[in-house]
C-alpha cells in the first residue's frame, strides 16, 4: 500500500512539475512577445498622416469598365500581398479595389478587437459598391481573402474567383501532436500574442522580404475568429456555381493544400481549375511562381468576363 501510495503522489507531483514548467514558460513567452511587439510597433514606417504603415493602405486601380474585380487579402497583412497583380488586371480591363480589412495595417493590438462579422462586412460593402457601378464583379481572395471571397460567392452574384493559397485548415506537421487550431485555442489564454520574425515566413524567395507588409506579431484571440469564419463558410459554399481558380503551393507550410482541393471538390456546380506550384510558399504574390500566378488569374478572371451575357444570349436565341 505505501509504495502505490508513493507511486501516487510521484504522478502528482510529476504533473503539477510539468503544468508549472508550462505556465511558467507561456507567461515569460508572453511577456517577451509583448515587449517584441512594442518595439516593432514603434520602429514601423508609417504614412504620418493616417498612421496605417506605408504600403498597407487601401488601393484603387480606376478604370471606366463595365468589369470590376476585387483583392481581398489575408491574416495580419495587408494589400501588398498581391504584388503587381492590382496593375496587371487594370491593364486587363478591370477597375480594381484592394481594401484594408479592420484591425490590419496599424499594429497587432488593433486585432483584438475585431470580430469576423466586421472583416465580411468590408468584402460585402465593397462588392455591393462595385455592383451598383460595373456589370461584373469578379474576386482574388489571398489566404483568409480566399474565406471571404467564397462567402461572397455564397451569398451574392460573383462573376469569377481567384484563391491564392485558400485558407481551409493549417497545414498539420506530425510533430505538431494536436492540429494547429487545436492548439490556438489551448494556449490562446496563455500565450497572447504569437511572434514570426521575416526570416521564418513562409516566403521561399527570401530576397522579397522587404516587399511584404504584415505584422511580425499576431494575436491568437484573432485567430480563432479567422478560424471561425473559415468553419461557418465552408458549411454554405456546396451550392457555389461561380467559376473558381485555385492556385496553391505544393509546399505551402501555412494553409494545407490537400484541404484546400477536398473542399474544391465539393463544390460540385461550379467550374474549377487548379493550379499548383512547384516552387513557391504560401505568400504567392511575392514568391518565385508570383508572375505565373497572376498571369494565370488575369487569364482565368479576363476569360470569364461578359460569361454571363453570352449565356442569357444564347438562351434567348434558343
Same mark, same amino acid.
Given at each position: 500500500m505505501k509504495k502505490n501510495n508513493?507511486? =501516487?503522489?510521484?504522478? &502528482?507531483?510529476?504533473? #503539477? &512539475?510539468? !503544468? =508549472? !514548467?508550462?505556465?511558467?514558460?507561456g507567461l515569460t513567452y508572453r511577456i517577451a512577445a509583448?515587449? #517584441?511587439? $512594442? $518595439? !516593432?510597433?514603434? $520602429? !514601423?514606417?508609417r504614412d504620418p498622416d493616417t498612421g496605417?504603415?506605408?504600403g498597407a493602405h487601401d488601393r484603387v486601380y480606376p478604370l471606366a469598365s463595365d468589369r470590376a474585380a476585387i483583392l481581398l487579402h489575408g491574416f495580419g497583412s495587408s494589400p501588398a500581398d498581391f504584388g503587381d497583380l #492590382?496593375?496587371?488586371? %487594370?491593364?486587363? #480591363? &478591370?477597375?480594381?479595389?484592394?481594401?484594408?480589412?479592420p484591425g490590419h495595417g496599424v499594429e497587432p493590438t488593433e486585432l483584438l478587437t475585431v470580430k469576423r462579422d466586421e472583416w465580411i462586412a468590408v468584402a460585402e460593402r465593397t462588392h455591393r459598391a462595385l455592383a451598383e457601378r460595373f456589370g461584373e464583379v469578379s474576386v482574388v481572395g489571398y489566404s483568409m481573402g480566399g474565406v471571404l471571397a467564397l462567402h461572397l460567392a455564397s451569398t451574392v452574384p460573383v462573376q469569377a474567383i481567384a484563391l491564392w493559397g485558400l485558407y481551409v485548415r493549417v497545414t498539420h506537421k506530425w510533430y505538431y501532436g494536436l492540429r494547429p487550431e487545436w492548439w490556438t485555442y489551448l494556449l490562446a489564454p496563455l500565450l497572447g500574442f504569437v511572434g514570426r520574425s521575416k526570416e521564418h515566413t513562409h516566403i521561399n524567395d527570401k530576397s522579397q522580404l522587404d516587399r511584404l507588409v504584415a505584422y511580425g506579431y499576431l494575436p491568437l484571440r484573432a485567430a480563432k475568429e479567422l478560424f471561425k469564419m473559415g468553419d461557418e463558410?465552408? *458549411?454554405?459554399?456546396? %451550392?457555389?456555381a461561380t467559376p473558381i481558380l485555385l492556385v496553391h503551393s505544393k509546399g505551402d507550410?501555412?494553409?494545407?493544400? *490537400?484541404?484546400?482541393?477536398?473542399l474544391l471538390r465539393k463544390l460540385e456546380n461550379a467550374e474549377r481549375k487548379v493550379a499548383l506550384l512547384e516552387k513557391s510558399n504560401h505568400v504567392i504574390g511575392w514568391d518565385y511562381e508570383r508572375d505565373v500566378a497572376a498571369t494565370m488569374t488575369v487569364d482565368f478572371l479576363s476569360s470569364k468576363a461578359g460569361a454571363a451575357k453570352s449565356d442569357k444570349k444564347e438562351e434567348a436565341m434558343r
Open positions: 508513493h507511486n =501516487g503522489y510521484s504522478v &502528482f507531483y510529476r504533473i #503539477g &512539475f510539468w !503544468a =508549472g !514548467a508550462l505556465l511558467v514558460g509583448k515587449r #517584441g511587439m $512594442r $518595439r !516593432a510597433t514603434d $520602429r !514601423a514606417d496605417v504603415l506605408r #492590382g496593375e496587371r488586371l %487594370n491593364r486587363a #480591363g &478591370f477597375h480594381v479595389v484592394a481594401p484594408l480589412m463558410v465552408r *458549411k454554405r459554399v456546396r %451550392n457555389v507550410e501555412t494553409a494545407s493544400v *490537400k484541404s484546400a482541393i477536398q
